[in-house]
């Protein structure tokens, strides 16, 4: 029974990292019609550049205090002013193609320009672990699991109770009748674009230590952090959050109680599985966009 809760915590916490980057997908797919084939690499490059602030002697949390800001300028504002505005008017696919490019294109990159080795990364909480009620528990899962936790319900607060938040969720359900009451729409939209990158660099620091910098590392984070968003609703935040938990939980279970060889082909299972008998996600509804 111990076992069984070790890995249920574990798998939460686990699925909490998932649930970050996946909140990215539904928040700039609600505001702005974006489908960031990309956030995997969105990932990858803040665990590089805290590794490289970190390699300059910052302690790590001013690191991750640094790439947060640029992660803001270049991966927030920078992807929207770039890639996003001129494209948006053509259509959802040209956007997904210039996506798909901007992965290929971060992953070819940082392999060239720094190396395709995988490199340790240090872990924001200690090494070790504790017994709580007989369940021997990790202090890193505990730490993953208040901060990720933490991050959400953070998040849901600011979008459900303040009026820059109210104005967001107003833009997302729809951007022309947010605008005819005086919401600067680009400016809500910007935020949003902002807020994923930060959720980004958030995933980076949690994820890291186990994955590791690899240029490759954000093509699981990113198929994973998809299938999430899918699973739960891709048009609903709470549903980014039980989609990544879902899917830690299932993969911890599959990997001890079956086989480690099949715990990575959990989430493709889930998927279909949501896909075939509930195609907008399990807290997600039917709604119709234009394109």
């Known amino acids: 029974m111990s076992e069984f809760v070790q890995l249920i915590v574990s798998g939460i916490a686990t699925g909490s990292i998932y649930a970050l980057a996946a909140l990215g997908f539904t928040l700039l797919w609600q505001a702005a019609g974006v489908i960031n084939f990309a956030q995997g690499e969105f990932v990858m490059l803040p665990a590089f550049g805290m590794l490289i602030c970190v390699s300059f002697g910052m302690p790590l949390w001013l690191a991750f205090l640094v790439t947060c800001a640029v992660a803001m300028l270049v991966l927030g504002w920078g992807f929207k002013v770039a890639i996003v505005d001129p494209l ?17 294109a971060a992953k070819s990159t940082v392999r060239a320009g720094y190396s395709a080795l995988a490199f340790p990364f240090a872990s924001p909480f200690p090494e070790g672990q504790f017994a709580l009620a007989g369940v021997t528990l990790s202090y890193a899962d505990v730490g993953t699991l208040v901060l ?6 953070a998040l849901q607060a600011f979008l459900n109770r303040t009026v820059t938040g109210r104005a967001m969720q107003a833009v997302a359900q729809n951007a022309d009748a947010a605008r005819v009451l005086g919401i600067d729409v680009k400016r809500m939209v910007l935020y949003v674009f902002l807020i ?7 995933t980076a620091l949690l994820v890291t230590p186990t994955y590791l910098a690899k240029f490759d590392m954000g093509d699981a984070i990113g198929q994973k952090a998809f299938f999430a968003a899918i699973i739960g609703g891709f048009n609903q935040t709470r549903g980014a959050l039980l989609g990544g938990v879902l899917i830690g939980v299932l993969e911890n279970l599959v990997g001890f ?30 709604e119709e966009r234009k394109v």
Request: a positive charge; charged letters at 10%; glycine letters at 12%.
């Open 88 to 104: 948006i008017r053509h259509g959802v696919i040209p956007l997904v193609i210039a996506t798909l490019g901007l992965s290929i």
């Open 148 to 153: 990720a936790g933490g991050i959400v319900v």
């Open 196 to 202: 994923n990158a930060v959720l980004a660099v958030v």
């Open 257 to 286: 109680y079956v086989s480690p060889e099949y715990k990575e082909g959990v989430a493709l299972v889930l998927f279909l599985f949501v896909i075939l008998f509930k195609p907008e996600g399990l807290l997600g509804r039917s």
